[in-house]
C-alpha cells in the first residue's frame, strides 16, 4: 500500500527565519515523482516543488528546497527566510511513473509569526 | 497556465438532495480526480477518471458516483445528501504524457448538508 505521513499537524515559524517540513512515504516502487502542495487560506491548492526518485540531487525553488532521502523514503520541505505569505496547508504528495494515482499526506499547517 | 474550474465555492443543500459538482479543465488532461478534504484527514479520493466514460472508485466512493461524458468535464454526483458529506470537495486534473506530471486544482467546493 502507498501511504504518505507527515506527522507534524502543525508548525510555526518566525518571519525571516528557515522551518523543515517532515514527509515520509511507504512503497515497494523505485520510480516515483514527489510533491509538496501549498494550499493557503484561500483554498486553490498549488504545486510548490517536485522531485523525480531516479534524480539524486534535490529539487529547490528559489526559498524552497528539500531534502529527499530514498534510502529513508523520507522527503522533507525546507522553507527559508520565511515570508507572511508562506502561511498555508502544506502536503506532501507521492505518485509512481506508471500510475494516475496521486497519494496524499494528511498535511501541515504553517503558521508565520510576524 | 492550467485551469482547473468548479461550477460553486459554496453550497447548501438539503438532506436527501441529489447534489451535482461540475469540475471542467482546460489543459485536455487524460486523467480527473475528485477529493474530499476533511481537518486532520488529508485529502481522501472519491473517484477517479483516466479517459472518457471510465471511472474507478477510489478510498471513500460511498454515497457517491461520477460521470465523465467528455474528456474536460468530470462530475460528482451525491446521489441522496446527508450530513455527514458536509465537506470541502477537490477537483484536480493531470496528464500521463510530458513533463508535467502533478496534479492541478480547483479552487474548492464547500459543500454544506443542513
Known amino acids: 500500500a502507498q501511504t504518505v505521513t507527515q506527522s507534524q499537524p502543525e508548525m510555526s515559524v518566525q518571519e525571516a527565519e528557515t522551518v523543515t517540513l517532515s514527509c515520509t512515504y511507504d512503497?515497494?516502487?523505485?520510480?516515483?515523482?514527489l510533491f509538496w502542495y501549498k494550499q493557503p487560506p484561500s483554498r486553490q491548492m498549488i504545486l510548490v516543488i517536485r522531485?523525480?526518485?531516479?534524480?539524486?540531487q534535490n529539487a529547490t525553488e528559489n526559498r524552497f528546497s528539500v531534502n529527499f532521502q530514498k534510502a529513508a523514503k523520507s522527503f522533507s520541505l525546507k522553507i527559508s527566510d520565511s515570508q507572511l505569505g508562506d502561511a498555508a496547508m502544506y502536503f506532501c504528495?507521492?505518485?509512481?511513473?506508471?500510475?494516475?494515482?496521486?497519494?496524499f499526506g494528511t498535511g501541515t499547517s504553517l503558521t508565520v509569526i510576524p | 497556465d492550467v485551469k482547473v474550474t468548479q461550477s460553486s465555492r459554496y453550497l447548501v443543500k438539503r438532506t436527501g438532495e441529489k447534489v451535482f459538482l461540475e469540475c471542467v479543465q482546460d489543459?485536455?488532461?487524460?486523467?480527473m480526480f475528485w477529493y474530499r478534504q476533511d481537518p486532520g484527514l488529508g485529502l481522501r479520493l472519491i473517484y477517479f477518471?483516466?479517459?472518457?466514460?471510465?471511472?474507478e472508485k477510489g478510498d471513500i466512493p460511498e454515497g457517491y458516483s461520477v460521470s465523465r461524458e467528455k474528456k474536460e468535464r468530470f462530475s460528482l454526483i451525491l446521489e441522496s445528501a446527508s450530513t455527514n458529506q458536509t465537506s470541502m470537495y477537490l477537483c484536480?486534473?493531470?496528464?500521463?504524457?510530458?513533463?508535467?506530471?502533478?496534479?492541478?486544482f480547483g479552487q474548492g467546493t464547500r459543500l454544506t448538508v443542513v
Open positions: 512503497t515497494s516502487e523505485s520510480d516515483y515523482y
Open positions: 489543459m485536455d488532461h487524460e486523467n
Open positions: 522531485q523525480e526518485a531516479y534524480k539524486q
Open positions: 504528495a507521492y505518485r509512481i511513473y506508471t500510475g494516475n494515482q496521486f497519494y
Open positions: 477518471s483516466y479517459d472518457v466514460k471510465m471511472k
Open positions: 484536480a486534473s493531470s496528464s500521463t504524457r510530458g513533463a508535467r506530471t502533478e496534479a492541478f
